[in-house]
């Protein structure tokens, strides 16, 4: 196996800015909408910066169930700021790129979120690849990352705002 091309997008009732903070603040060690499947932790200067670096684990029965724990580390590769993060999988069980886009939609109080996953296996997770389908497990968290996402984000909005809307798809 060579590795992964994941897209996996959701469509959150909050403007780019609200979900690019949230973005952000996660890959600070915030734990608020990816959990209980993946955590982050800053290694080295900081996620929007090109150098940045993030550990990355991935929980693969939830934080508390136990299971085998996937980690690698992703390095900020370039930054626009509110539209976009792109990064590599520098050490660990990925190497490989991966990218977060943010694109409004309508008249702009909509986000599309989509993250493009470009990792391949590394080490002990290239056997277990051949088993199991990485890349479904990936879309199946990612897409429910992002739904948590507008949860989250329709909670910070004021009362009488609209409901996030999700959606996730893999191609």
């Known amino acids: 196996m060579n590795g992964y091309d994941l897209v996996d997008e959701a469509v959150v009732d909050a403007p780019c800015d609200a979900v690019w903070e949230a973005l952000l ?30 550990r990355v684990t991935v929980h693969t ?27 590599e999988y520098v050490d660990g069980v990925f190497r490989g790129p991966s990218s977060f886009r943010l694109d409004p939609v309508g008249d702009g109080s909509r986000t599309r979120i989509g993250m493009r996953f470009q990792g391949r296996p590394h080490g002990w997770l290239k056997a277990l690849a ?42």
Not at 27 to 50: E, H, I, K, L
Not at 68 to 86: C, H, I, M, S
């Open 61 to 87: 029965k939830g934080v508390e169930g136990g299971g085998p724990k996937l980690r690698f580390t992703a390095r900020t590769t370039g930054v626009e700021p509110g539209r976009r993060l792109d990064v």
């Open 25 to 54: 603040a996660e890959f600070r060690g915030a734990a608020r909408w990816w959990v209980p499947s993946n955590t982050f932790a800053p290694a080295s200067g900081s996620p929007d910066r090109v150098g940045g670096e993030v």
């Open 130 to 171: 051949k088993v199991t389908d990485v890349g479904l497990e990936h879309s199946k968290v990612t897409s429910a990352a992002f739904v948590a996402l507008g949860d989250l984000l329709a909670q910070d909005r004021p009362a009488g705002s609209a409901a996030a809307a999700g959606a996730g798809g893999r191609s």
